[in-house]
Structure formats: structure tokens, C-alpha cells
């Protein structure tokens, strides 16, 4: 099934609403594939649009209060849960990657020039307050992602062939009782989907890794977005939120988690080999450089990271 995105329709059979306050919720080779246009590095606008998305279930959002104008806020925890704010409906389905794929889909022509991406709860990966973090992504430049793990830093995701999530006691909180994911399981490796996705940007398989931002938290410009053609974004979502990953947690809305910085940036986020390891600890925004993120030891039941802030303390 595929969703015609020129409507208001949510991906599922239900339809989505945009529901106001005031009304009631009714339910080496090259970096680059050829489908990845060039970057520029010069930023068009001394001050720029920007948009919050926000994937929304339960949480209380009055923290965005002050940025409330800026924000599109898409609700999946139904009609119990509805935030005070004009929100659109969207069915309970694939996790913070199904929303921002399609708020892509549907908005991808009438792009701000810098959008923000954020679950309802930002403050388990972020200690910025909203206007703090709208201050921050409006010096996003283009070809970069701005993250906010002043909490927790870039991560590093190798399992491409499969997350063995009962050697990760620390991701209890997607385990069952025998420790095996609760969620609905993949049909198909990381591998498979990041080959399907970007055809591996041209090499002859997945990279060595890829940095991520647990929680899926960042900001990126309009033209990072339009690197790749709309039909990308709707092939990510239609192949991973679709059919039978059309569930509340699909194992492919953990995979879309750790794929995001590589989508938009694979020259900074993609390590191809042990070479491409950066020699410097940071890079020009403060994440940790390519190669150098942290790793989450398997066996752990709480994996303190390596935070923004380690290095100062």
C-alpha cells in the first residue's frame, strides 16, 4: 500500500485530522549516489524560517510553548492524549521515523529552511530549552546536521546484520521477559534497508558505521533535506513503515533512528573504513568526528554514554 501525500490522508486506513484546541479529536568510492545532489556550504538567509516537528503520543508539551507558532505537532496517542495545541492525527504507527518521513513526504516543496525534528519528551537526550534549541538550529549550515545531545553524544550503530537485542540489557525497555524484542521483528537486515534505501551511496556494501543521535533529535536545512529526491523518502517510508511494519513499534522505526544522520549527511556520518576514522576527537559543530562515536557495550545494564560534557569535567 502507498499513500497519496498530496492529502491530508495518515499513513493506515484511518484518516488524520488537524485538530485545534478548541475542537474534539475523533480518533573509495564516492560518498554521494547519483540520487544525492551537492550540498553547498553557503546558508541563503541571515534569518532563516524554521518549523518544529513534533512526534507527539502522551507527553506534555508546554515546554514548546514559546515556540508554539513554529511548530507542527503530529499526535498518535489518540483522543486520551491530545495536547492543548493544534495538532494533526496520525494513526499509532512506526515510532518518531514514521511522522518525520511523513511530514517529509507531504511537505517536501514547501520546506522551511530549517526544520527541527523532536519527540514530544526532548529532555531525556537534551538539557536545551526550545528557544534554545531553535537559536542553535538556525546556524545549521547546508549539508549539516545540528544535534542536541548535550545529554548524550553521537552514538556509533555496526549491526548490520541484525540488532541481537538480548546482548543489550541497557535497551531493557524494548525486551521481554526473554530479553528478545517486543516490538514487531524486521523482515530484512539494516543492511538490506540502508542498501535499499541509498544503494550504499556506491560502495559494495553497508559502511564500517554510522553515527547516530539516540532519540532522534536534530536540525537540518531545507536543501540537506532535497539532496535526495522526494521518491527516496517515500520508498523509506513506504518499505519501512508499511504492511506488515505498520505497527506502534516496528523494529525498522529503531533502524530509521540510527539511519537519519546518514541520510542527510554521509560525508560526516558514514565511516567506510578504519581510514576514514577522523583523527580529531570533535568535529566543526562539537559531535564527536567520524569514526569516534560511542559504542554501547553489549552485556551492560546501563551504558553511561560519552556526553557533550565529559570532556570539560
Known amino acids: 500500500m502507498s499513500y497519496d501525500l498530496s492529502k491530508t490522508a495518515s499513513p493506515g486506513s484511518a484518516s488524520s485530522a488537524v485538530i485545534t484546541p478548541e475542537s474534539s479529536p475523533t480518533s573509495s568510492p564516492s560518498t554521494t549516489s547519483p540520487a544525492l545532489t551537492k550540498a553547498s556550504s553557503i546558508t541563503s538567509l541571515s534569518s532563516p524560517s524554521i518549523e518544529f516537528v513534533v512526534a507527539h503520543h502522551s507527553e506534555k508539551l508546554d515546554w514548546l510553548k514559546e515556540v508554539i507558532t513554529h511548530c507542527k505537532i503530529y499526535s498518535k496517542g489518540g483522543p486520551k492524549h491530545a ?31 530549517v526544520t527541527i525534528f523532536t519527540q514530544g519528551k526532548a529532555f531525556d537526550h537534551t538539557g536545551m530549552t526550545a528557544l534554545e534549541m531553535m537559536e542553535e538550529a538556525l546556524g545549521t549550515k547546508v549539508g549539516q546536521v545540528t544535534t542536541f545531545g548535550t545529554q548524550r553524544d553521537l552514538e556509533l550503530f555496526d549491526l548490520w546484520d541484525g540488532i ?32 535499499d534505501c541509498f544503494d550504499n551511496y556506491g560502495h559494495n556494501g553497508p559502511p564500517l558505521s554510522i553515527g547516530f543521535q539516540p532519540g532522534a533529535i536534530f536540525a537540518v536545512r531545507r536543501e540537506t533535506i532535497q539532496r535526495h529526491p ?8 513506504a518499505d519501512l513503515f508499511e504492511g506488515e511494519m505498520e505497527q506502534n513499534d516496528p523494529e525498522t522505526g529503531h533502524y530509521m533512528e540510527r539511519f537519519w544522520l546518514a541520510t542527510f549527511s554521509p560525508e560526516e556520518y558514514c565511516c567506510w573504513t578504519e581510514a576514514d576514522i577522523s ?25 553511561e554514554g560519552h556526553t557533550n560534557l565529559s570532556d570539560e569535567e
Open 164 to 195: 541481537p537485542w538480548k546482548n543489550y540489557p541497557c535497551w531493557r525497555k524494548w525486551l521481554g521477559k526473554d530479553l528478545e524484542f517486543i516490538g514487531q521483528k524486521a523482515p530484512k537486515t539494516p543492511a538490506q534497508y540502508f542498501k
Open 230 to 237: 522526494k521518491k527516496t523518502y517515500q520508498k523509506m517510508l
Open 279 to 303: 583523527k580529531a576527537e570533535r568535529n566543526e559543530q562539537g559531535q564527536l568526528s567520524r569514526g569516534k562515536w560511542h559504542k554501547t557495550p553489549p552485556g551492560v545494564e546501563v551504558d
Open 83 to 113: 495536547p492543548d495545541f493544534e495538532f494533526e492525527e496520525l494513526d499509532n504507527n512506526g515510532r518518531e521515523g514514521q511522522t518525520y518521513l511523513y511530514y517529509i513526504c507531504k511537505y517536501y516543496d514547501e520546506l522551511k529552511d
